[in-house]
Structures are given as structure tokens and as C-alpha cells.
């Protein structure tokens, strides 16, 4: 992965994450919501360890790069994330 292909990971991931909390939250708090507000990594349990969860930066990207061996980046979704992470049985 070059540079280039690495800030699209990074601004969609970004952009994705920071929806994917705003869902979470009420009207009121959701305004409140930005850049900052998106925690780079958060880690959960899981039977073979422990992996990044999706609503953390680290957890998204790694989401994306499984999601774009089959589709282009520009072309994912948020659905498209939530579909595989139900498949796959991350939160």
C-alpha cells in the first residue's frame, strides 16, 4: 500500500467511525462529535484474542482493507461496513 492509497484508508476510516459513534449517541451529543472524539484504538475480547473494534480508527481500517480486496475504496459504504461486520461477528 502506497502513501496515497494510505490517506484513503485513513480519511474514510476517519469519516466512518465518527458515524458509526454518532449513531450511538443522541441528537443533542451527536453535534458534539468530531475529529477528536473518535478514539484510535480500542480493543474488545474475542475467542482467539482480542481485536480492534470498529468504532475506533485502528478497528475501521482494518475493516476497509478486507472490504477492499473485493470492492474500490471510493465505492464502500457504511452499509457495506456493517454488513461485513455483522458476517464476520465484529462489533
Known amino acids: 500500500m502506497n ?3 494510505a490517506k ?4 474514510k476510516a476517519e469519516e466512518f467511525s ?3 459513534l454518532k449513531e450511538h449517541l443522541s441528537e443533542k451529543e451527536a453535534a ?4 477528536s472524539s473518535v478514539a484510535k484504538t480500542e480493543y474488545a ?3 482467539r484474542g482480542s481485536y480492534a ?4 480508527t485502528k478497528g ?11 470492492k474500490p475504496i471510493e ?3 457504511l452499509i457495506d461496513v456493517k454488513n461485513y461486520c455483522a458476517q464476520v461477528g465484529r462489533s
Open 32 to 35: 458534539k462529535v468530531d475529529k
Open 75 to 77: 465505492t464502500i459504504s
Open 53 to 56: 473494534l470498529t468504532m475506533s
Open 45 to 47: 475480547p474475542s475467542e
Open 18 to 20: 465518527m458515524a458509526l
Open 3 to 5: 502513501s496515497r492509497t
Open 60 to 70: 475501521m481500517k482494518s475493516v476497509l482493507k478486507q472490504l477492499a480486496k473485493t
Open 8 to 11: 484513503k484508508f485513513s480519511k
